[in-house]
């Protein structure tokens, strides 16, 4: 291709000759560097990027580094708020490549680096940040524009972002036939245009793995600059995640582990691209190690032992969780996916993770069960058992175990994906089951109602800024109707009976949500009719998004929230609480939900010790404590019994944690939390349980579950246990302590 070098191009559009193409003298053309005292032909909208380029910094931002020259676009001016645009003048494209420096906020949609053509995007970028702190620094990128040549286009920057992170800082436009320096063939993904030059062909390998064991360790460093990493298949994009990649091998803080099992198939020819990654990190850095790579979700089995790993409450091997989705019983098995990044330790790129167990408390992590697609990322959602198979995806007889999940893309949809075995998931062909009701409603769970005998979901939707549950009914599982709505619920909605005081013949429903707040009232199956105001649920801290098992065999409600667990340093955040059975007690209030830690954690049981027995009560006087040494490494579970009489205050310590009874307000406090436990009797009856990431305290029968999460560690050192009492006098009828073992093992 012949390209005369000159240094001004005048181009005719229109009537009207705009300088749009500087050459650079290197065949290399300059669309805009941003380096005079105005903006020159580019036309700004808005406040945003003020009357000239920015010389690096403005007023309130911290330190810029990585533009080019001595100015930059820059769209801080009136601080994250200020929005506007700046488009350059049009011209034609005639290279190979456009590169670009940017820097900035990462919100898509509102903060974007375009190449517009007849008024459509036809490429788009963004800056990288998307939480406090971080870096303003502009990183090179670039857009593959070959097929585009010959077209007319303008560049344009825009800012409609507000707050943290709402602006973009833009340098350096190059039109190019060079491949950008300092960046591989790989055009950026995640712009409409798919990358074809792969960074690491799996292909060869991916063939001969063990297909439940085929995973792609991928070094990640927390908090570097994020990376679009691609899996495909041929030419389609089979997956795409952000990760903050570790360009230095040696500087990896841990090792993701993509599961590529579930795309493995005859003849597929997978391939994983990195955007903006200098071509020498192939070199450098073994992606994809079939040595290491046979452990599913990479599980590091025998692990499990770092300092802040929860020793029986379950956690991800690696990577970030949030809620518990899909609790089911299937096949002997109970089934725990869970919202997992498996990329990171802070939310994102949302997969569902999935786990199973026997017993609720040993889990085995399988690999991830359902994966980000074009439709969106994994929203959470529930699963059933398919008993009768309305839905025809049974097969040979055997119930289908079917998810729903929200795919949260463009458009926020309820999806369905069925699986016979438990182990593969099929996502359903016709997804989505219901369309959008409006933007962000989501978690969709769903119920058999027996006297109906129909399918009922209920998902979260915000309505004219109101947050409401909507009830829809089904016969087959794929075709919903809507039923009715209730208001005052946020997120993760959860539906189902409980008999009152164990009394079969006298049932009420519950509405619960995200909070554990909840409803106690009936359910004709289309409308839920509340009976009661809106209760507390949990009494403590950083339990959220809880959701109950279907189809227990025994007939219990069990339920597990995602504890709020952060365990800084590790390579793995967040864990679920301990499952816990759900009962509905009379009180003098009404009916009110009781929590109690599950039957089965009793295994976990070594050895015990009876300080108090209630043969021999303890009369505790002020400030005189009772106190054992317990084994080191601080997992406990401990039972008190007490009946303050004179005391103002009844103390438990347990290591590093003190356990207040304020007998005056009937509350307990712990760590500066503070929660209503009545005396039952005149008494108060406790069950403790330490892990190494909190304390989950269970009172007043039940009625008070206090969850608390504490990095207490792995303790190398015995502790100690006490109890005393203060102002006045207590009776202590039982203090049982027995050390736990790890699940893990
Ligand atoms: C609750 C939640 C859900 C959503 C999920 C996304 O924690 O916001 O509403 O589906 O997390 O991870």
Not at 294 to 300: D, E, F, V
Not at 466 to 493: M, N, Q, R
Not at 598 to 620: N, S, T
Request: overall charge negative; aromatic content about 10%.
């Amino acid at each position: 291709m012949h390209r005369a070098i000159l240094s001004t191009i005048l181009i005719g559009l229109s009537s009207l000759p705009v300088r749009a193409e500087i050459w650079n003298g290197e065949r290399d053309l300059v669309v805009g560097d941003f380096e005079g005292e105005s903006y020159d032909l580019w036309t700004s909208t808005g406040d945003a990027f003020g009357d000239e380029p920015a010389r690096g910094n403005l007023a309130t931002q911290m330190p810029i580094t990585g533009f080019q020259g001595k100015r930059l676009a820059n769209s801080f001016h009136g601080g994250d708020d200020s929005t506007g645009t700046l488009a350059s003048p049009a011209f034609t494209l005639s290279r190979t490549y456009i590169s670009f420096l940017i820097g900035g906020g990462r919100r898509p949609g509102k903060l974007e680096l375009q190449l517009v053509i007849d008024g459509q995007v036809v490429r788009r970028a963004f800056g990288s940040q998307d939480k406090p702190g971080g870096t303003e620094a502009l990183e090179q990128g670039y857009w593959s524009i070959g097929d585009l040549e010959g077209r007319t286009a303008t560049v344009r920057i825009i800012d409609q972002a507000k707050g943290g992170w709402g602006h973009l800082n833009v340098d350096h436009i190059v039109a190019t036939d060079k491949d950008p320096s300092g960046i591989t063939l790989a055009p950026v993904p995640g712009l409409n245009d798919p990358p074809r030059q792969p960074t690491c062909l799996v292909h060869d390998i991916a063939q001969s793995l063990d297909p439940r064991g085929s995973g792609i360790f991928i070094p990640i460093r927390n908090g570097a600059p994020k990376r679009v990493l691609t899996l495909m298949d041929g030419d389609s994009v089979l997956m795409r995640n952000e990760v903050e990649l570790a360009d230095d091998l040696a500087k990896a803080d841990w090792d993701a582990v993509m599961n590529i099992a579930p795309f493995k198939k005859v003849g597929a020819a997978l391939s994983i691209h990195l955007d903006r990654m200098k071509p020498s990190f192939m070199m450098r850095t073994p992606i994809f190690d079939p040595a290491r790579a046979n452990a599913g979700s990479g599980t590091g089995r025998g692990g499990y032992d770092e300092p802040l790993r929860a020793q029986y409450h379950f956690s991800s091997a690696r990577g970030w969780l949030n809620d518990p989705n899909g609790c089911v019983f299937h096949n002997g098995e109970y089934h725990l996916f869970y919202q997992h990044n498996p990329y990171g330790i802070t939310w994102g790129n949302m997969h569902w993770g999935h786990a199973v167990s026997t017993d609720l408390v040993h889990w085995r992590e399988l690999g991830d069960a359902l994966f980000p697609d074009e439709s969106g990322m994994m929203y959470s959602g529930s699963a059933v058992v398919d008993w009768k198979n309305t839905s025809g995806l049974g097969r040979d007889g055997k119930p289908p175990l079917i998810l729903f999940y929200t795919a949260a893309g463009d458009e926020y949809t309820q999806c369905m994906a069925w699986s016979t075995d438990g182990r593969t998931f099929t996502k359903y062909a016709e997804n989505p089951i219901l369309r959008q009701v409006t933007h962000g409603n989501r978690d969709p769970k769903v119920i058999w109602h027996e006297p109906t005998k129909q399918w009922v979901m209920a998902v979260y939707v915000e309505l004219k800024g109101v947050h409401t549950i909507h009830f829809y009914t089904s016969p087959d599982l794929k075709t919903w109707t809507y039923a009715s709505k209730t208001d005052g619920f946020f997120e993760c909605p959860d539906l189902f009976e409980l008999p009152v005081d164990g009394d079969p013949a006298k049932k009420k429903w519950i509405l619960t949500a995200a909070s554990s707040e909840y409803q106690i009232g009936g359910f004709d199956g289309k409308t839920f009719t509340p009976e009661t105001p809106k209760l507390p649920g949990h009494r403590g801290k950083g339990f959220y998004a809880a959701q109950s098992f279907s189809d227990v065999p025994d007939g219990r409600r069990i339920f597990i929230g995602w504890w709020q667990t952060e365990t800084k340093g590790m390579p793995f955040n967040q864990s679920m609480s301990l499952p816990l059975e759900l009962g509905l007690v009379t009180t003098a209030d009404g009916p009110r939900l009781t929590f109690t830690p599950v039957k089965e954690l009793e295994k976990l049981r070594g050895e015990r010790r009876d300080v108090i027995r209630p043969d021999q009560p303890y009369g505790a006087r002020p400030r005189v404590p009772l106190v054992t040494r317990v084994e080191a490494g601080g997992l406990h579970e401990v039972r008190v019994e007490f009946e303050p009489t004179t005391a103002g205050n009844v103390i438990l310590r347990i290591g590093g944690s003190t356990i207040t009874y304020d007998v005056k307000a009937r509350q307990f406090i712990v760590h500066g939390q503070r929660a209503n436990a009545p005396l039952i009797a005149g008494r108060q009856r406790l069950t403790i349980y330490c892990d190494r990431t909190g304390i989950e305290i269970f009172a007043s029968d039940g009625q008070c579950y206090m969850p608390v999460p504490v990095n207490i560690g792995s303790d190398p050192q015995p502790s100690e246990i006490s109890v005393e009492s203060d102002g006045g006098d207590a009776i202590f009828h039982a203090l049982q302590v027995h050390e736990l073992r790890s699940a893990w093992r």
